[in-house]
């Protein structure tokens, strides 16, 4: 790859810290150049050149981190991402650029926003091209995590969500075959010309009904299931005032197992004050409608906003953990900057506005990361929008190198669940350690959470882990907004009594998570494991689902629901499990 020198030489010079800056910074790098990752064998290659040419002395620390962005990339999942094309947004948030061309609050300079343009939005090719980009990279593919950005999900014509859903799928399956796969990737009319077969895509404005779209999609995701590209996890972003017991119903059918949710300050003067368009009880009503149908919630939260302080900041950061109404799954903060597009550029010209230091909100985000419990996951710290579209706000490159390097420094660890996880270690010798089982159990509103996870008995590493909600109201709280509550009761298999209520029986496992291909990799140390202690960490995944079966029983659940990703079925059939509505269930009474 051409400029893979200057790439190593700048992050060289920047020193990374561990192998997930070094990730980061390579990631950055390659995003600017609208390229994906090299295999290692080329970041190799190019390092010994640099060697060889005397341009970069050899440095043993940089030579672990380019073996550990090998572990990283190989994680076993492929996570693509897939932008919507441009429609209304229902909100109306100050801080949100908008461009003609683009999905409200993406910004065309953004890489992956910048490929899904030159595609024209379509989901098939999205898909198709990178999945083969990763497989031309040495990546796997087998495993996808699904991510579709852009807007607000419920906003969009139904037709429409489950035309881009379908065609994703589509693209999955249809990769799965030699003749497709040949076609490589580029622009789809030279590869048609090259094979003389015409792309599988479909126009958005075929002829299809609504219904026949649900139907051929039902019919993908049985392919899917056994398919060489399979979808194990599907992300969707959307508002809280756009989640009903209806659209809930949609998203499962479409195979959504996340959503993204933002809430940005859970203080309703801010809110207001930045036009968010719905308050934080509606956020909560959303936030406990979604947990109790089994989705795991990702919060967006942007400390700077108007209206606020560091301090407060700090402060609405620990209500979130805090208030039983929000302990979300995953957290992404997002500091607030400016973008010229966006309403909040005039305030920040004519003085209504002004971001608070760099130094307040380092000092700030050192305080949250502290704040944050095991059982949560900051998955974001910082947006990757490029500088040169920053006119106000953070513009602290590489914030979470300096925040670790500095955190460091002070004797600070984030107890986060992805500082903990094994992929993000730098410490081999750490995991040679005894795996313990912990139970976490908090409450929300609604029902009790249990955190199941296999760690090392000082709980810095994360092998395994598993979400367990056992809840205690049926899922249709009063303030559920639009809707029929009992059509969400209906699709998630919970039987009404012959009087109309909702009989509350079934527990949910929302989340399973485990790292078994990082761990086969480093498999002198899961050899050391076996011999320590006979634990079969292949068997993560299976022993946790009963630790969990264990629990909703103990606690006179009689059924347990998984809400399981399309391409994960075939797992839990292997362990009793079968496919009722759009969960995998099970009887668990005796
Ligand atoms: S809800 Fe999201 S996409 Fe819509 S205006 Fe607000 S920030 Fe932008
Ligand atoms: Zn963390």
Redesign the pocket.
Known sequence: MEGLEEILLKIILQNPANGEVFYNLLRKETNKLKTSIPPKRELIIAYQKLIKNKRAVPNKHFEFLLRKAQIRTLSGVAVITSLVKPYNCPGNCVYCPSEARMPKSYLASEPAAARALGLKFNPYEQMRQRILMLEQNGHPTDKIEYIIKGGSWNAYPLKYQYWFILESFRACNELSSRTLRSKGCGDPKDSQKKTGIASSRSSETRNDSLEQLRQQLKIEQRKNETSKHRIIGLTLETRPDCVTPTTIVHMREQGCTRIELGLQAPDDKILKLVDRGHTVQQFKDAMLLLRQAGFKVDLHFMPDLPGTTAKHDVEMYKLLFSDPGLKPDMVKIYPCTVIKSAPLYKWYKAGKYKPYSEHKLFEALIAM?LA?PRYCR?SRLIRDIPENEISGGNIITNLRQHLATEMKNRGLK?Q?L??REIGHQQDLRLKTEDLRLFTDKYETTGGTEYFLSYEDKNRQVVFAFLRLRLPTVIASPARAGRGNPNVLNTSMGIASSPSGASRNDTAFIRELHTYGQLMTLKHEHIKALKQKNDVQHTGFGKKLVLEAEKIAKKNHYQKLSIISGVGVRGYYRKLGYKLEKTYMTKKIST
Request: proline letters at 0%; a positive charge; charged letters at 30%.
């Open positions: 990361k944050t900051i984030c986060c992805r500082c």
